[in-house]
């Protein structure tokens, strides 16, 4: 079969479903068109299901037709993926769902190993999500056509949590699994799983950090401005001049510390693990917990309104005027967090799993910053 084919059907077989059918390729309607002729049924994966257990039947009559809209066929020496990442799942610790999962794969990989190489440079025809309880994902793809050369899985970051993971530093590397179920399930179990949690906590930790240090200089040059009553320029501010600095500092005060609304909370519940018996530095967590609680009603606006569903009524506001609004509001929080910045890190580095936060290799996380001068709220902006 040549590579590349822009239509094909690749057959393997099921123990639950029979002989199922995933279609691919550039052209995968050329595909779904042969396999609906021939009278195969789509599944709820994406995938398609032989009529009737006569598999030789099935594959019979499907061959022709998919001649006739130009789409290739492949029968797989391997037992169905689905079903392999059902017989994981279930090995798992805690409660995990396995989906058959097609369609572009490398916007959401967060790999540094080999599973992201062999989806930017070969063709995946599909592969199969793993998802916790707890909301972690994995991507479980075969390797190779050979059965004895296991499986490939890696990390899936949450597009509710990250835009962008691609050659992200912090990317765990995927790993090689075993053919057998128990082994695989036993590789991702011991190997993968702490090596997956040391990198999201340590990113995490990055995002938080570096949004919290730019807060911090923008918080020093408008802190500058209302004790002089000047600009940076050394103009003297009237209260319309005022009202224009705190609407300028609340709106990017809002950009910076989304990602600490963000990424924070995920970082506090192992930091609660890691400070109990020590109530100095709990005392800390709870601070912070609750000064990220108190923001959150702004950050759910702040997501309904970027919603393309969302009513009307919560779109109305200028994109500016909104975020200049929850960044008011958020103030004290970002106090809070600036001024146990410093508290934060070293506690978040002793909860990270596994021992201490390792910085990646472009440099790591500063130790400290200048105190925090605590002047008093800035006025809320007239209408």
Same mark, same amino acid.
């Given at each position: 079969m040549p590579p590349n084919h822009p239509a094909e059907i690749t057959l393997a077989y099921s123990r639950a479903a029979g002989l199922v059918a995933i279609a691919h390729g550039e052209q995968y309607r050329w595909a779904h068109t042969a396999l609906e002729q021939a009278g195969f049924t789509k599944r709820a994966d994406g995938s398609h299901s032989a009529p009737g257990p006569d598999v030789r039947t099935a594959a019979a009559k499907l061959l022709p037709l998919a001649?006739?809209?130009?789409?290739?066929?492949?029968?797989? &020496?391997?037992?169905?993926?689905? !079903?392999? *990442?059902?017989r994981i799942a279930v090995l798992l610790p805690g409660t995990w769902t396995a989906q058959v999962w097609q369609g572009d794969l490398l916007p959401w990989l967060w790999d540094s190993g080999e599973l992201v190489q062999t989806v930017e440079h070969?063709?995946?025809?599909?592969?199969a999500k793993l998802t916790s309880d707890t909301g972690v994902e994995l991507l479980l793809v075969e390797r190779g056509e050979d059965p004895q050369l296991g499986y490939l899985v890696g990390a899936l970051a949450s597009h509710l949590e990250f835009d962008n993971s691609y050659d992200n530093p912090y990317a765990p590397s995927s790993i090689v699994l075993p053919a057998q179920p128990d082994l695989a399930a036993e590789?991702?179990?011991? &190997?993968?799983?702490?090596?997956? !949690?040391? *990198?999201?906590h340590a990113r995490r930790l990055d995002a938080v950090v570096t949004a919290l240090d730019e807060l911090h200089a923008e918080?020093?040059?408008?802190?500058?401005?209302?004790?002089?009553?000047?600009?940076?320029?050394?103009?003297v501010l009237d209260g319309h001049g005022v009202?224009?600095?705190?609407?300028?500092?609340?709106?990017r005060a809002w950009r910076t510390f989304r990602p600490v609304l963000t990424h924070a909370p995920g970082l506090l519940n192992q930091c609660g693990a890691a400070v109990a018996g020590r109530s100095a530095d709990a005392d800390i967590v709870v601070q912070l917990s609750e000064a990220l609680a108190s923001s959150q009603a702004a950050l759910d606006a702040w997501r309904h309104s970027q919603n393309p569903?969302?009513?009307?009524?919560?779109r109305l506001l200028p994109p500016a005027e909104v975020r200049t609004r929850l960044g008011l509001e958020t103030v004290p929080?970002?106090?809070?967090?600036?001024?146990?910045?410093d508290a934060f890190v070293r506690i978040a580095r002793s909860a990270k799993p596994g021992g201490p936060a390792q910085p990646p290799a472009h440099g790591a996380v500063p130790s400290s910053l200048p105190a925090l001068q605590r002047p008093s709220h800035p006025p809320a902006p007239r209408r």
């Open positions: 001649h006739r809209y130009r789409t290739a066929v492949d029968v797989s &020496a391997r037992p169905f993926l689905g !079903d392999i *990442a059902d070969q063709r995946v025809p599909y592969a590789a991702i179990t011991d &190997a993968f799983l702490p090596a997956y !949690d040391r *990198a999201l918080y020093d040059d408008v802190t500058a401005i209302w004790i002089s009553g000047r600009s940076s320029d050394g103009t009202m224009e600095v705190n609407r300028t500092f609340a709106e569903a969302a009513q009307p009524s919560a929080a970002i106090e809070t967090w600036l001024a146990q910045r």
